[in-house]
């Protein structure tokens, strides 16, 4: 079975694979001993969160249930990812055999992505892989003709709405609702589609599964550090010669990626998308890791031509627009935080009012219901604090 072929370069996911190869690998083993590999691995999960994924499956394949479910997350709708439309194109062995092994080991039967609405023009291209995996007997009943081993998987358009990459709020769009992030716990693990358990995991988490169970948990634990193990993609976009999707190993610094990518006259640097943190030049020696920067994988580039102000105010727009609008810390909160960028820009604001709403900000950290409110309002903290000098002098206010 072939897939297009690429020329990208990496250490493991961007490395030489054939598909069916991990499927056939984990066939011999029993689902403890992919468990004991993924937890070997160390590998967390790369949609941002950083949660372990052996403790996720182990919850999940202990949880007593006739229909589990394994759900590939692939809204991918952070500003400046793109590293999951590269897998879904370029790698689907990948993502699908990381699905099979994953319903394998937790003992499920049905798998279910979650496409982003703007990545319809995917849909076909991966239907037709899954009908291919499915002639090649990896996909459907008794897959490689083990009896009762059983699972397969139908894609699922999304509508486009940032917050149902959110794993409760996806899981209400699937069931047809309203997507809304839900009170956790009880957590998808136990509680999840249509109240099964369900195990909710990112494309390129997916996609490092088959070459854990083919080359052992510990071989992936050697690259990166200690804490953060294997390889992160890192989606690099803006001021920039080369912007692209890389494979480096985690705990490589931001001077690293933006020598890779050909950046020059680096001002700033987003890292992590809208919801991540804006790095001034005096920080580009720290790492990216889940012990420093943590990070989904989206790195944002400007030089000294761009006005941070204006970076800013992209940002909370795009977080007015796309809070669900379910609790008051995030709805209230992000247009609050807006409307304070508009009175930067005016000139008219006091320092008084604008670190009362830092605080409204680091109060919407804790009491938001989901990680979009939870996360708003880092950029509108970072960019203030790390670009002071460049926003208020060029915005006079009262110094009150
Ligand atoms: C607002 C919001 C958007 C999110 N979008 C995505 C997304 O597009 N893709 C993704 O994998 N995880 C996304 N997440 C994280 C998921 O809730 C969840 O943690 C992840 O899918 C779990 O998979 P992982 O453990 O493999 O990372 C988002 C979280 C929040 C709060
Ligand atoms: S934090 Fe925002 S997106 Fe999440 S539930 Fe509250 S209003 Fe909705």
Redesign the pocket.
């Known amino acids: 079975m072939e897939t297009k072929k690429s020329s990208r370069k990496g250490d493991i996911i961007f490395s030489k694979y054939s598909p069916g190869d991990g499927i056939r690998k984990a066939v011999n083993f029993s689902r403890e001993d992919i468990l004991f590999e993924v937890k070997d691995s160390k590998l967390k999960g790369r949609g941002g969160a950083g949660f372990p994924v052996s403790t996720k499956w182990m919850l999940a394949a202990a949880a007593i249930s006739d229909d589990k479910y394994v759900i590939c997350n692939a809204d991918e709708g952070e500003p400046g990812t793109f590293k999951d439309r590269v897998l879904l194109y370029e790698y689907p062995e990948l993502v699908f055999e990381g699905m099979v092994i994953a319903g394998y080991t937790i003992g499920s039967e049905k798998g279910i992505v979650y496409l982003r609405g703007e990545y319809e023009h995917a849909l076909k291209p991966l239907q037709d892989y899954l009908n291919v995996m499915r002639e090649d007997h990896l996909l459907g009943k008794n897959i490689l003709g083990i009896k009762n081993f059983n699972f397969d998987i139908e894609i699922f358009l999304g509508s486009s709405a940032y ?1 149902c990459g ?1 794993e409760t709020a996806l899981i209400e769009s699937l069931e047809g609702h309203r997507g ?2 839900r009170n956790r716990p009880p957590y998808p693990v136990n509680t999840g589609f249509r109240g099964k358990p369900t195990s909710v995991n990112n494309v390129e988490t997916l996609c490092c599964i088959p070459h854990i169970v083919l080359k052992g948990g510990k071989w992936f634990a050697k690259f990166g550090t200690k804490t953060s193990t294997g390889t992160k993609l890192f989606s690099v976009s803006g001021d920039c010669d080369r912007p692209d999707v890389y494979e480096l190993p985690w705990g490589i610094t931001i001077n690293d990626i933006l020598e890779i990518s050909g950046a020059r006259n680096t001002k700033a640097v987003q890292v992590g998308g809208a919801s991540g943190s804006c790095i001034p030049k005096s920080q580009f020696d720290r790492k990216l890791a889940y012990e420093d920067l943590s990070t989904g994988g989206s790195i944002i580039v400007f030089n000294e031509s761009r006005n941070m102000l204006k970076v800013l105010k992209n940002f909370m727009e795009f977080f007015v627009e ?6 008051t ?3 209230i909160g992000n247009s609050k935080l807006l409307e304070g960028v508009n009175m930067i820009e005016k000139g008219e604001y006091t320092f008084t009012y604008l670190n009362k709403l830092k605080e409204l900000g680091k109060t919407m950290q804790v009491a ?7 996360s708003s309002p880092n950029s509108f903290i970072s960019i203030l604090e790390n670009f002071k000098d460049e926003i208020f002098i060029h915005n006079g206010g009262k110094n009150a």
């Open positions: 917050v959110e809304e992030a796309e809070s669900c609008g379910q609790c810390p995030c709805r938001s219901k989901c990680g979009l409110g939870q």
